[in-house]
């Protein structure tokens, strides 16, 4: 069961703190905001007998900082939630979310300090329901320098060093890891860097027993293009981890990445992964992601520099977490393709559209599975005020190591009401339902909801970071 926010992550202070050092009052915003949900269930268990109608209250308070200047950059949305269950199906708890990035510009163009920081609830198997008691708190923290020592104009060789942890309570998968790398940088254009990487990181396991330590080197080519109107990213490579129990492990790595906005409002990208993963290590990839955070080569060759995505982010995922927490190795295939439009402004109907297909291999936990899935969304404003929303999306999951299988829909409607520059109204309702080849795993569960929130700025809504 979910009980707290866990260990309190003093990276989020600091990502804050970044502003005052770049000596202006002004540097960076800070708005704050707070809220209340009310969602009925007619299953609070997602069991298939049983089922327990219940009330959910959510009090929601939190808060966002952003800063875009010349010695700092930083992005933080941090927002704590308390539940209760009118009914008592499952005890009061409380819980959260967070993102942060931030660097500092010690002496820019050479020397920088980068912190990052995410925090989600992941489930603990994924062949249990998502109900609190299979839900944890996890919390991934990396920080370290980052040098730079030019040849040319063009070229460059980049080296540095992160310390991180992963923290989950209640459970198994905490570390603490540590690394360098080097990087050689080649900038053939104004908007191209080529690069060749070399990384290596030390994992140390909390549970020597269940998992073991080990080493990972990984060396690979990559190149990424930005321009006004496009994304892409391309890296290829081997990876080789070293394990104090068990055998050495080989593979090939492959990230890729490609973005195109075709006009101000309608957009399509694909993103696919192979390789070896971590929970720890997948789930702070994500959060780059949410948080905008650039690349070492566009931040320190170029200082270029955009805000973070919104509603693409929903749509965009870069093949992060698997949704699980473990502290295993995986070797992970992802492939995720997306198409939006009328996203940029309330004024036209919008659609967005999303499929993916996954496949996990875990070295020694019997969690092997492969999944995919989609889904979509058609958006209309009736007017500046309200926006409407229908929904639905799906998901086969096909478990390798128990003989089940998995297929979950879900289908609703949503109505946003912006009462104010500073108010946000919802109300949503929507129907899910599970069928397995286990028919003890099926339900059927509808849910309604409201909430309303207040927050002091724009960038910042406590119900739109969930």
Do not use: C
Not at 47 to 61: E, F, K, P, V, Y
Not at 136 to 155: C, E, K
Not at 258 to 271: C, D, H
Request: no cysteine; proline share 4%; net charge negative.
């Amino acid at each position: 069961m979910i009980r707290s926010w866990g260990r309190t992550s003093s990276t989020l202070v600091l990502l804050v703190g970044l502003g005052a050092m770049s000596n202006r009052a002004d540097a960076g915003d800070f708005a704050w905001g707070a809220g209340y949900i009310g969602e009925y269930t007619t299953n609070a268990t997602l069991s298939r007998a049983n089922q327990i109608h219940d009330w959910i209250n959510t009090g929601l308070l939190g808060f966002g900082y952003r800063e875009l200047t010349g010695d700092v950059q930083a992005f933080v949305q941090a927002t704590a939630e308390y539940r209760n269950y009118a009914r008592g199906t499952y005890p009061d708890y409380t819980t959260g979310i967070a993102d942060a990035f931030g660097i500092w510009h010690v002496a820019p163009g050479q020397f920088a300090w980068l912190a990052e920081d995410t925090y989600r609830q992941l489930q603990r198997t994924a062949t249990a329901p998502a109900t609190p008691d299979n839900f944890t708190n996890v919390n991934v923290i990396s920080t370290g320098p980052d040098v730079l020592l030019r040849f040319t104009p063009v070229s460059a060789l980049q080296i540095g060093g992160r310390v991180g942890s992963v923290n989950e309570r209640g459970g198994d998968a905490d570390n603490v890891n540590f690394g360098y790398y080097g990087r050689l940088l080649y900038v053939t254009s104004p908007t191209t860097v080529l690069s060749l990487n070399f990384e290596q990181l030390s994992v140390n396991m909390a549970n020597d027993v269940a998992y073991t330590d080990y080493t990972r080197y990984d060396a690979f080519f990559a190149i990424s293009q930005n321009t006004p109107t496009s994304a892409f990213s391309l890296d290829l490579g081997r990876t080789l981890l070293q394990r104090e129990r068990g055998d050495d492990l080989v593979g090939n790595r492959g990230r890729l990445f490609w973005n195109r906005q075709a006009t101000i409002e309608t957009g399509y990208g694909l993103a696919a992964r192979a390789g070896y993963g971590d929970s720890g290590t997948d789930l702070l990839g994500a959060s780059r992601f949410f948080t905008g955070a650039p690349t070492s080569a566009d931040l320190l060759l170029t200082s270029r520099r955009t805000a973070p995505p919104s509603t693409l982010s929903t749509l965009a995922l870069t093949g992060g977490p698997t949704g699980t927490i473990s502290g295993d190795i995986y070797f992970d295939k992802r492939v995720d393709v997306y198409v939006y439009s009328g996203y940029a402004g309330a004024t036209t109907v919008g659609t967005g559209l999303r499929g993916f297909w996954q496949k996990l291999d875990y070295e020694t936990t019997p969690n092997d599975r492969t999944e995919y899935g989609g889904y979509a969304e058609v958006f209309r404003p009736f007017y500046y005020q309200l926006i409407g929303t229908l929904f639905a999306n799906g998901r086969r999951i096909e478990f390798t190591d128990i003989a089940r299988d998995d297929t979950e829909w879900q289908a609703g409607v949503r109505l946003q009401f912006r009462y104010s520059a500073d108010v946000l109204i919802f109300l949503e309702g929507r129907h899910t339902e599970r069928s397995s080849s286990d028919p003890a795993f099926e339900y059927k569960e509808t849910r309604g909801l409201i909430s309303i929130s207040y927050s002091t700025a724009p960038f910042y809504n406590p119900m739109l970071t969930r």
